[in-house]
């Protein structure tokens, strides 16, 4: 037997989640009904609050409340040191790792010949904005070590070349890797960033 439409409808729309197909997203609703008072609606309204309120930060991309969330608001975190991210999702894991104590600027993605995804499409002439604006002493480039990642960092850097100091996180063997179970590009860039101890 099929559930009524409208569970199965919210079974759909549960499975397009990131990490949840179709038989996650039939278990989390059957869970949610069955503990409506305490799990479903409290969901529910605060998915209609977020729904109501979020909105993209004016000056860097993050996901908020308010016009400008609370990183660009703090005057503690204007130390003049900005990590570009290429998705609010590694602003979150940045932030999670709680390490990085400067502001952020979130682009949007990254520059793709074969996508048609130019300078223009993305974040990058707000970022030059702001790197003379808030009086930017480092620019940190945490983009992902894709080809197109890679690809906007060089970009990014040639166009701050001689404004501010342009840095790139680490790459190599991740904390609990095997050597063994590593591709070859990334042995190879962690034996290219070998420091001593």
């Known amino acids: 037997m099929t559930p009524p439409n409208e569970l199965e409808n919210l079974i759909e729309l549960m499975a397009k989640l990131p990490g949840l197909g179709p038989r996650s997203a ?23 609050r977020v729904a109501e309120t979020a909105r993209e930060c004016l ?38 790792a709680a390490i990085f104590n400067g502001r952020y600027h979130v682009l949007g ?26 009086e930017i002493t480092e620019v940190i480039l945490a983009l992902n070590a894709t080809v197109d990642g890679q690809t906007t960092a ?21 904390i609990g890797g095997e050597l063994d179970y590593l591709d070859d590009g990334t042995i190879s860039a962690a034996l290219k960033a070998r420091k001593s101890i």
Do not use: F
């Open 26 to 48: 039939r278990r989390a609703v059957l869970q949610l009904v069955k503990k409506r008072a305490l799990q479903l609606i409290p969901l529910a309204d605060a998915i209609a």
């Open 59 to 96: 000056n860097c991309g993050n996901i908020d409340t308010s016009d400008l969330c609370p990183i660009c608001e703090s005057n503690k975190r204007a130390n003049g040191e900005l990590c570009i991210v290429e998705d609010v999702a590694d602003l979150w894991a940045m932030e999670r």
């Open 109 to 134: 993605g990254t520059l793709s010949a074969l996508d048609a995804v130019g300078p223009d499409e993305l974040r990058i002439p707000k970022l030059i904005d702001r790197v003379s604006a808030e």
């Open 154 to 174: 060089h970009y990014i850097a040639d166009q701050l070349e001689g404004r501010v100091t342009v840095s790139t996180l680490a790459q190599g063997v991740p």
